[in-house]
């Protein structure tokens, strides 16, 4: 079967990771007998510099008529140290989140055995957390209504919520508990906050759709701190815009690297999968950045197509990549493999298993070899 993926690379690392994701999509169409017809779009840093425009029409276009995107990371530092730029690269993924109605965020956090050593938390708190955070990404704070007084001393952001952009995230919150361990926290400031209070009034309504799934709450702040404490508890977070945009980064210290972390954003009809690192533009071209979370992301995008046996097998070649230490730098520092061979790596594995497993000593010195 054919699908039609956009692919946008865009800036910094970003298209390094991106077609090592890649890879992983050929070999999967390779071995299970599918075609992927990709298209490249523009956003980001790179979309301004050659149109002055962050989101260009074209991409959106290329988006909307895709089965899926596959998207890299936005960023440079000239815009990024330049707080007064009036178009910024960041101003494009906020807009095709928005075109594209992509109102849920969801990742994934892990700890990977072979990485725990790796986390700043000890073992015993973090080894066995599995959990999926689930964010909606269209509505609050960054997309209310904002204000800076005439005289530059006073501003105001705007947090709105309506009963409609709850309940359609937490149906699918709801949903994806019901297929894992039946448990889904709700992390607001209900004490405080009146959009807090909707979203606890809304959740609780819906939840008696779904007798099966136990349901609690903590406000943010706690949440915080357990995420630390006690990981192991949560299975599925669900919660607003702005709390999911922390919460999500605290709980990526969990899995020993950032650069394992992916998400999906997914709309009624459109759906977006991209690694959380960002762009990292110190690495920009030297090969050390660990294209795994992009990958995962691919995996996701699978799963999103019904292709779930094609993404379990990639998954597998992310998890015996770990076992056998064929890393990049942030993974493995004694004896690193750069971005485009630990691609190399997993899409032998996807085509080639068990050879691979027979062979990784030579795919381990650079020379992935099938037999």
């Not at 509505?139 to 006073?154: A, E, R």
């Not at 209070?197 to 819906?206: E, P």
């Amino acid at each position: 079967m054919n699908y039609n993926i956009a692919i946008i690379p865009g800036d910094g690392i970003g298209p390094e990771v991106t077609a090592q994701a890649k890879k992983a999509l050929d070999a999967v169409a390779d071995e299970f007998g599918h075609s992927f017809t990709y298209t490249n779009a523009l956003m980001g840093a790179c979309a301004i510099d050659e149109t002055g425009n962050p989101l260009p029409e074209e991409t959106v276009d290329i988006c909307e008529k895709s089965d899926a995107i596959l998207f890299g990371a936005i960023g440079h530092p000239k815009y990024d140290n330049d707080p007064s730029a009036k178009v910024r690269p960041e101003q494009g993924l906020l807009r095709l989140r928005k075109s594209l109605g992509l109102f849920c965020n969801v990742r994934p956090v892990k700890a990977y055995e072979q990485l725990i050593d790796n986390s700043p938390l000890k073992r015993e708190i973090i080894s066995g957390a599995d959990m999926s955070i689930y964010r909606e990404l269209t509505g609050g704070i960054y997309f209310g209504d904002k204000h800076l007084s005439d005289d530059g001393q006073v501003a105001s952001d705007g947090c709105t919520y309506s009963m409609e952009e709850i309940s359609r995230i937490a149906h699918l919150a709801f949903k994806e508990a019901q297929n894992r361990r039946k448990k889904l926290t709700l992390v607001d400031k209900a004490n405080v906050l009146e959009t807090s209070r909707l979203w606890r009034k809304t959740v609780s309504a819906i939840a008696n759709d779904y007798k099966e799934v136990e349901l609690d709450f903590l406000f943010v702040d706690n949440a915080a701190m357990q995420m630390i404490l006690n990981p192991k508890q949560f299975d599925v977070i669900l919660t607003e815009n702005l709390f999911g945009d922390i919460i999500s980064d605290e709980a990526s210290v969990i899995g020993g690297s950032i650069g394992l972390l992916a998400s999906a954003s997914v709309g009624k009809e459109n759906a977006l999968f991209e690694p959380i690192h960002g762009s990292f533009p110190q690495a920009t071209g030297k090969g050390i950045a660990n294209p795994l979370a992009s990958i995962l992301s691919a995996a996701m995008l699978l799963r999103h197509l019904n292709l779930n046996k094609e993404a379990d097998r990639v998954e597998e070649a992310v998890e015996k990549s770990l076992e056998l230490g064929f890393s990049t730098v942030d993974i493995n520092p004694k004896n690193p493999l750069s971005t485009s061979k630990v691609g190399d790596f997993i899409a032998d594995y996807i085509l080639n298993p068990e050879d691979t497993n027979r062979n990784f000593k030579n795919i381990h010195v650079g020379q992935s070899t099938i037999i």
